[in-house]
């Protein structure tokens, strides 16, 4: 080849490899999306508000910076409780929340945050994950337009805050008391006067006298709150919440238009935060009690075997008109208690004796 042609030739490639890499930027700056996810909770809250801003960071990392998600607050685009219809209706993208606030749409979505006396934190990621639950979890969620994930999970939570002991069923009754989800349909079977309130409402309430008491989550996320300044007696177990699941929802529009790749970080990104969550509470409870206890002269009380008995009673009645309600929530509530009957065959000789056995007074 002469030198002409050759020059010419090289001239030509290298133009053309210019027009592409000139035409490529563009392409991939257009491919790049910033996402609107609204929650429930106020950004800075340990573990839940934390969490939905650390997985904000964990999807534009593991995206490569191809999606970015914008966070805002409860309340600072919409509502607390309204970021499930903000997501259904595309005013938001995503929400950090759990589902049982959304009881009103149907009473399904209690099973995926959690119901009383119902499934633990592991075995209800289990039968999320492996059990049928994500499949009619998002059955359930497409029919209002959405995409559902687990993302995060608190462990067993307290038995709540109470300004008086609360020694028999009686001391239950006119007592105006903040619970959500089919829990709070159980203390309003024993005489509670139920209410539910936003997490930034609650110490408020409390201060007013409009509420005399409140469940929140464990020691870690109560430590923060302040309940202790007003009321004192904080009781155990939390039988109405004993593996309470966060809720992650994707816009199912948005969720259908993002490509394979970016549906999976999403999903890694998800599983990820789910794991992180539950460790975060394992790790800073305990710690957080003694704080309650020794530097804030909280009163650690115990629900009577009689008390626990009779929600127990009042809880199975709760999920049996639960489940009377609409067919997806039979059908929700026949896995999920389905595989709480498996669960508990094996947890009887698996944590359950173990744990009781880790009790004993060897020297270790």
């Known amino acids: 080849m002469k030198r002409r042609e050759f020059l010419k030739s090289a001239g030509g490639a290298t133009g053309a490899a210019v027009a592409a890499t000139a035409l490529a930027k563009p392409a991939i700056a257009q491919s790049k999306r910033e996402l609107k996810m609204v929650m429930t909770w106020p950004k800075n809250l340990p573990a839940l508000g934390v969490g939905a801003q650390r997985l904000a960071r964990r999807i534009e990392q593991f995206s490569d910076g191809q999606l970015t998600v914008k966070v805002y607050g409860g309340g600072e685009l919409v509502p607390p409780f309204e970021v499930f219809d903000a997501v259904s209706g595309g005013t938001a993208d995503m929400y950090h929340s759990a589902s049982y606030y959304f009881q009103g749409k149907s009473q399904a979505f209690n099973f995926f945050t959690t119901v009383p006396y119902g499934l633990t934190a592991s075995e209800a990621t289990a039968w999320v994950r492996f059990g049928g639950g994500q499949e009619l979890w998002d059955e359930l969620s497409a029919g209002f337009n959405m995409k559902p994930f687990l993302v995060g999970n608190t462990g067993v939570q307290m038995g709540g805050w109470f300004a008086k002991e609360i020694q028999s069923l009686d001391d239950f009754k006119g007592l105006k008391f903040r619970a959500p989800g089919l829990g709070g349909e159980v203390f309003r079977q024993v005489g509670v006067a139920v209410t539910n309130l936003p997490p930034a409402e609650i ?55 993002l490509t394979e790749t970016q549906q999976e970080v999403i999903r890694a990104a998800t599983e990820a935060e789910n794991d992180l969550v539950f460790a975060e509470f394992n790790a800073r409870n305990s710690q957080a009690l003694d704080s309650l206890i020794n530097e804030h002269g909280v009163q650690l009380r115990q629900f009577s075997k009689d008390i626990l008995q009779a929600l127990g009673e009042a809880a199975g009645k709760v999920l049996a008109e639960a489940a009377a309600s609409d067919d997806i929530t039979r059908r929700v509530y026949e896995s999920y208690i389905g595989f709480r009957k498996n669960a508990l065959r094996w947890s009887r000789y698996g944590e359950q004796e173990f744990l009781q056995a880790r009790l004993l007074p060897f020297k270790y």
């Open 203 to 257: 110490l408020p309430a409390l201060q007013s006298g409009a509420i005399d008491g409140t469940e929140w989550v464990s020691p870690y996320s109560d430590l923060s709150f302040g309940f202790y300044k007003v009321v004192k007696y904080y009781y155990y177990p939390g039988i109405h919440e004993p593996g309470s699941m966060l809720d992650f929802s994707v816009n199912l529009d948005v969720w259908n238009s």
